[in-house]
C-alpha cells in the first residue's frame, strides 16, 4: 500500500513565523500535492509538483510556498504564519497526474496559527 | 469539475449492504467517477474509481447508470469503521487536482 507520510499531526505557531510541514511518500510517485481543508470550503489545492525542482500554483496559493528538492519529499512552507492559515494540511501522492489516477492521502496536519 | 450532488447523511445496519447514490447529470465523456472517504480525524481514502463499466475492487463496487448521469457506490457488508464521510468525485482526463464536496456522512449502526 502506498503511505504518504505527513511530518506532524497537530502543529501550534505564532503570527509572523515561517512554518514548514513536511510530506513523505514511499511509491516513487511523479506527482504530489498539498491541500487546506476547511468546514464548509471542502479541499482546495494550494500547490502541486509533478517532478523534482518542478511545481505549479494550485487555486489558493498566495501566502505559500513549496520545495520538492527530492522524488519522495514535497514541502509546504508559510512564509509569514497568518491567523487565517489556521486549517487541515493535506499531502496527496499520485503516480501520474491524470484524471484516472487515485490520490493517496496523509492523515494530515491540524495547523493553528495564534 | 462537473458538479456532483449525494445526500447530506445515510444510515445502514452492520453487515447489510449500503447503497450510496452520486448524481452527476452535467458528466462529460472524459470525466472519471472518483470515490473517496475519509474517517474521522485522517485523510481522505481512495475508494474506487471507474468511467465507464462497473468496477470491483477488495472495498466496494461501483455501479455506473449507462448513461453516465448517475452512479452508486456499493459496500457489501458494512462494519462499524465503514463510518465515515464519502465523497464523490469527477475528475476529467487531464486534471490534476480534488474537489470535494460536501459528502455523504455514513452512519452504521451495531
Known sequence: ?114 | DAKTTQPNSMESNEEEPVHLPCNHSTISGTDYIHWYRQLPSQGPEYVIHGLTSNVNNRMASLAIAEDRKSSTLILHRATLRDAAVYYCILRSYNNNDMRFGAGTRLTVKP
Request: proline share 3%; aromatic share 12%; net charge neutral.
Open chain 1, 1 to 114: 500500500d502506498v503511505k504518504v507520510t505527513q511530518s506532524s499531526r497537530y502543529l501550534v505557531k505564532r503570527t509572523g513565523e515561517k512554518v514548514f510541514l513536511e510530506c513523505v511518500q514511499d511509491m516513487d510517485h511523479e506527482n504530489m500535492f498539498w491541500y487546506r481543508q476547511d468546514p464548509g470550503l471542502g479541499l482546495r489545492l494550494i500547490y502541486f509538483s509533478y517532478d523534482v525542482k518542478m511545481k505549479e500554483k494550485g487555486d489558493i496559493p498566495e501566502g505559500y510556498s513549496v520545495s520538492r528538492e527530492k522524488k519522495e519529499r514535497f514541502s509546504l512552507i508559510l512564509e509569514s504564519a497568518s491567523t487565517n492559515q489556521t486549517s487541515m494540511y493535506l499531502c496527496a501522492s499520485s503516480l501520474y497526474g491524470q484524471g484516472n489516477q487515485p490520490q493517496h492521502f496523509g492523515d494530515g496536519t491540524r495547523l493553528s496559527i495564534l
